[in-house]
Nanobody, 125 residues
Framework: QVQLVESGGGLVQAGGSLRLSCAAS????????MGWFRQAPGKEREFVAA????????YYGDSVKGRFTISRDNAKNTVYLQMNSLKPEDTAVYYC??????????????????WGQGTQVTVSS
């Protein structure tokens, strides 16, 4: 049974940084793409970043390019999202997700099979 468990959310001032973690378990993820999505109240779920577990290739949403960095630690089966220069508009619940690499566009939440419970990130102005 696949489990994705996020941690690291919290309250931070604008301009600050946070690092989110997603601990994955239940299978081998070498053939998976792991993604981060976020959802603010009243808004649709938005793609943030994704990484191919096999080779570390990364993808980013336009709103976070240059500020956020996604990475993975194979030994710990963990994916990270380093968030720098945070803005109030980054406030949302952040979700970790997983899908088989090649099974649809990486930025489409509908293509992901596994989801974590989410972690709240709040950026104050």
């Amino acid at each position: 049974q696949v489990q994705l468990v996020e941690s690291g959310g919290g309250l931070v001032q604008a301009g600050g940084s946070l690092r989110l973690s997603c601990a994955a378990s239940g299978r081998t993820f070498s053939s998976y793409t792991m993604g981060w999505f976020r959802q603010a109240p009243g808004k649709e779920r938005e793609f943030v970043a994704a990484i191919r577990w096999s080779d570390g290739f990364t993808y980013y949403g336009d709103s976070v390019k240059g500020r956020f960095t996604i990475s993975r630690d194979n030994a710990k089966n963990t994916v990270y999202l380093q968030m720098n220069s945070l803005k109030p508009e980054d406030t949302a619940v952040y979700y970790c997700a997983g899908k088989i690499t090649g099974s649809g566009w990486y930025s489409s939440s509908r293509r992901y099979d596994y989801w974590g419970q989410g972690t709240q990130v709040t950026v104050s102005s």
